[in-house]
């Protein structure tokens, strides 16, 4: 690292610093006030040289010959050690902290009222106290402080170096996107009925973010997960005319299901350029700081074919054209936030902000912040910047708070009034901010306790319970769990899918017995740890005896039989079923999970039946 050094007067600082920037210097270092100057007045890294108590060791020598009141000054807070030296070097001292140059020559001055006649500090109080006649030491930085800046710099500037060379990637990128896209035609992409890529053209592979080439044959989530081809493969509904983020682009595309006889034999995607593509880009660009602005679910991500589940999925849609405010409710892990996502995604607040606040587990005064925003507190160095509130960022757009039933009393009464009022008025702030949000809630199923024992207000449940939408069990939804996991194998093997199907189906049929207390989530878990257990070549047998004991209420009275039962019960029944684990578990009258369990108990393993 090159470092050029310049002498000079703090008052002629800033026109060195910006020289050197001319100059193309990346990272200024500096002393304490100087460092601050220039900070404030300079948009360029400035590399701060602290003082450490081994800086005031030679000031503290000097010391013990002066007589008098001594005054130590200090940019911001004062360091700690300094009042600790002074008492057990009996010396009479005053500190005067400043923040820049505009407040230390009054602190100059008060320590000159205030009787001291010798001061200790840097260079922009050395300057008032020669004015004012002020005997004065200058604090020199030792080598140590010194290396210690020039490491700091130099990960500084490399973090800059490689900040400007991903600036400069992701510019050439968007060049060279702006000239593919106005001399070709369409991308055209295709996959089969399993999945598997079977076109895509020239123009295709240049718009799109794929990998893992040649990409013929290869499964759609390996290369290019973000496509949704899958979701329209499995639901055999077109979706036109969207907008959709690939890679460093925004791209409008067409999804439609090839159809023969009735039956779905794969999908084929468009990707064209259009003149509005640049400024959508440029709009979603500028709002991906803000996290949460999208929705990403659609009710074509929704897996379910049961009668429960379908009918859940017609009351949203057809809550979503209106805007009322809706209330949906259901046990934990059954996909709530997933359908506070998709009803956006349908509304005609579509095109405008949707925004999830979890309501669990937060104090009533950060929850608070959160909703509301809050003013900068006047004009004080150090004090909050202001920010808005996740109503102000909704406005226009849908805001789903999740979990509202575990809200703290005082947020659920700033909540109500915001939804009374249409309005917000930021912490610290003087004026009232119009707003125009839909409110979707999700809450467990006491909610209604809570509100009867004041836990909840019954005036907020009123406005936010226009519309009510129970999302049912998974227990309650017939086979859809074969479909869930389906889906989610798929999504865990890829293309591996099929050197595991036959192990797969084994598996399922353990799950036939399972009550799935945590819903989805619980699956989602059940399906991953499987996977996991299936790629490190572990037998099923020995898979389902990792497995929870979770079976139908029929098992209670099954495991208190099963408890009196000898190995060599089990062993018989294993023994005239051929090992068959599901004739065995029949003639013994229990589930296969009970049986798996009472084996591992009793220590019986297929490879050790004599």
């Given at each position: 690292m090159?470092?050029?050094?310049w002498?000079?007067?703090?008052?002629?600082?800033?026109?060195?610093?910006?020289?050197?920037?001319?100059?193309?210097?990346k990272?200024?270092?500096?002393?304490?006030?100087?460092?601050?100057?220039?900070?404030h007045?300079?948009?360029?890294?400035?590399?701060?040289?602290?003082?450490?108590?081994?800086?005031?060791?030679?000031?503290?020598?000097?010391l013990?010959?002066?007589?008098?009141?001594i005054?130590?000054?200090?940019?911001?807070?004062?360091?700690?050690?300094?009042?600790?030296?002074?008492?057990?070097?009996?010396?009479d001292?005053?500190?005067?902290?400043?923040?820049?140059?505009?407040?230390?020559?009054?602190a100059?001055?008060?320590?000159?009222?205030?009787?001291?006649?010798?001061?200790?500090?840097?260079?922009?109080?050395?300057?008032?106290?020669?004015?004012?006649?002020?005997?004065?030491?200058t604090?020199?930085?030792?080598?140590?402080e010194?290396?210690?800046?020039?490491?700091?710099?130099?990960?500084?500037?490399?973090?800059?170096?490689?900040?400007?060379?991903?600036?400069?990637?992701?510019?050439?990128?968007?060049?060279?996107?702006?000239?593919?896209?106005?001399?070709?035609?369409?991308?055209?992409?295709?996959?089969n009925?399993?999945?598997?890529?079977?076109?895509v053209?020239k123009q295709?592979?240049?718009?799109?973010?794929?990998?893992?080439?040649?990409?013929?044959?290869?499964?759609?989530?390996?290369?290019?997960?973000?496509s949704?081809?899958?979701?329209?493969?499995?639901t055999?509904?077109?979706?036109?005319?969207?907008?959709?983020?690939?890679?460093?682009?925004?791209?409008?595309?067409?999804?439609?299901?090839?159809?023969?006889?009735?039956?779905?034999?794969?999908?084929?995607?468009?990707?064209?350029?259009?003149?509005?593509?640049?400024?959508?880009?440029?709009?979603?660009?500028?709002?991906?700081?803000?996290?949460?602005?999208?929705?990403?679910?659609?009710?074509?991500?929704?897996?379910g074919?049961?009668?429960?589940?379908?009918?859940?999925?017609?009351?949203?849609?057809?809550?979503?054209?209106?805007?009322?405010?809706?209330?949906?409710?259901?046990?934990?892990?059954?996909?709530?936030?997933?359908?506070?996502h998709?009803?956006?995604?349908?509304?005609?607040?579509?095109?405008?902000?949707?925004?999830?606040?979890?309501?669990?587990?937060?104090?009533?005064d950060?929850?608070?912040?959160?909703?509301?925003?809050?003013?900068?507190?006047?004009?004080?160095?150090?004090s909050?910047?202001?920010?808005?509130?996740?109503?102000?960022?909704?406005?226009?757009?849908?805001?789903?708070?999740?979990?509202?039933?575990e809200?703290p009393?005082?947020?659920?009464?700033?909540?109500?009034?915001?939804?009374?009022?249409?309005?917000?008025?930021?912490?610290?702030?003087?004026?009232?901010?119009?707003?125009?949000?839909?409110?979707?809630?999700?809450?467990?199923?006491?909610?209604?306790?809570?509100?009867?024992?004041?836990?909840?207000l019954?005036e907020?449940?009123?406005?936010?319970?226009?519309?009510?939408?129970?999302?049912?069990?998974?227990?309650?939804?017939e086979?859809?769990?074969?479909?869930l996991?389906?889906?989610?194998?798929?999504?865990?093997?890829?293309?591996?899918?099929?050197?595991?199907?036959?192990?797969?189906?084994?598996?399922?049929?353990?799950?036939?017995?399972?009550?799935?207390?945590?819903?989805?989530?619980?699956?989602?878990?059940?399906?991953?740890?499987?996977?996991?257990?299936?790629?490190?070549?572990?037998?099923?047998?020995?898979i389902?005896?990792?497995?929870?004991?979770n079976?139908?209420?029929n098992?209670?009275?099954?495991?208190?039989?099963?408890?009196?039962?000898?190995?060599?019960h089990?062993?018989?029944?294993?023994?005239?079923s051929?090992?068959?684990i599901?004739?065995?578990?029949?003639?013994?009258?229990?589930?296969?999970?009970?049986?798996?369990?009472?084996?591992?108990?009793l220590n019986?393993?297929?490879?050790?039946?004599?």
């Amino acid at each position: 690292m090159k470092v050029d050094v310049w002498v000079g007067s703090w008052e002629n600082a800033r026109n060195y610093a910006e020289q050197a920037i001319k100059q193309g210097v990346k990272v200024i270092i500096s002393r304490g006030g100087t460092a601050a100057l220039l900070r404030h007045s300079l948009d360029t890294a400035i590399i701060k040289v602290r003082f450490t108590s081994a800086a005031y060791l030679e000031a503290f020598e000097r010391l013990r010959s002066v007589e008098g009141k001594i005054a130590f000054f200090v940019l911001d807070t004062m360091p700690g050690f300094i009042s600790h030296f002074c008492k057990l070097l009996n010396i009479d001292a005053c500190y005067y902290s400043y923040t820049g140059d505009q407040d230390v020559e009054e602190a100059v001055k008060k320590a000159k009222a205030d009787g001291c006649h010798f001061g200790v500090g840097g260079v922009l109080a050395k300057n008032y106290a020669r004015i004012y006649d002020f005997s004065y030491y200058t604090l020199e930085n030792t080598e140590d402080e010194i290396e210690l800046a020039l490491d700091s710099a130099q990960q500084t500037l490399s973090s800059i170096i490689q900040e400007e060379k991903h600036h400069r990637e992701l510019q050439l990128k968007l060049e060279q996107y702006e000239a593919v896209l106005n001399y070709t035609h369409d991308g055209i992409l295709a996959i089969n009925k399993e999945g598997n890529i079977v076109v895509v053209n020239k123009q295709a592979e240049e718009i799109l973010p794929l990998k893992n080439k040649p990409y013929e044959g290869k499964y759609i989530e390996e290369v290019f997960p973000a496509s949704k081809l899958s979701s329209v493969l499995r639901t055999g509904e077109k979706e036109m005319d969207e907008l959709m983020k690939a890679g460093n682009v925004i791209i409008n595309t067409n999804r439609i299901p090839i159809m023969i006889d009735g039956k779905i034999e794969g999908v084929v995607a468009t990707f064209k350029d259009v003149d509005s593509i640049r400024n959508s880009e440029q709009k979603i660009r500028s709002n991906l700081h803000k996290r949460g602005m999208v929705a990403r679910y659609r009710f074509s991500d929704i897996v379910g074919e049961s009668k429960a589940m379908k009918r859940a999925v017609y009351m949203a849609k057809s809550f979503a054209k209106y805007d009322a405010n809706i209330l949906i409710q259901g046990e934990i892990g059954t996909g709530k936030e997933m359908f506070a996502h998709a009803i956006h995604h349908e509304s005609q607040r579509r095109n405008h902000p949707f925004l999830a606040v979890n309501c669990s587990n937060i104090s009533a005064d950060r929850l608070t912040r959160q909703l509301l925003g809050r003013e900068k507190e006047g004009k004080l160095f150090g004090s909050p910047e202001s920010q808005e509130g996740v109503f102000e960022l909704a406005h226009g757009g849908t805001l789903f708070l999740d979990k509202i039933d575990e809200a703290p009393l005082e947020a659920q009464s700033v909540i109500l009034r915001i939804l009374e009022d249409n309005e917000v008025c930021r912490i610290n702030g003087r004026h009232a901010i119009s707003v125009d949000v839909r409110i979707i809630v999700s809450a467990g199923n006491s909610l209604q306790k809570k509100m009867n024992e004041g836990e909840f207000l019954e005036e907020l449940y009123y406005k936010i319970s226009v519309l009510s939408l129970e999302i049912p069990p998974l227990r309650n939804r017939e086979a859809d769990y074969l479909l869930l996991s389906e889906d989610l194998f798929h999504r865990y093997f890829g293309s591996e899918y099929y050197m595991y199907e036959s192990k797969i189906r084994k598996i399922e049929e353990y799950m036939r017995n399972y009550i799935w207390k945590g819903n989805i989530r619980e699956l989602q878990n059940f399906v991953q740890r499987v996977s996991v257990l299936l790629k490190n070549a572990m037998p099923v047998d020995e898979i389902m005896l990792t497995m929870p004991e979770n079976s139908t209420m029929n098992d209670t009275s099954i495991d208190v039989k099963m408890n009196k039962w000898s190995r060599a019960h089990v062993v018989d029944a294993l023994t005239a079923s051929k090992l068959n684990i599901s004739k065995a578990a029949r003639m013994l009258g229990c589930s296969r999970g009970t049986l798996y369990k009472k084996m591992n108990e009793l220590n019986i393993k297929i490879s050790n039946i004599e």
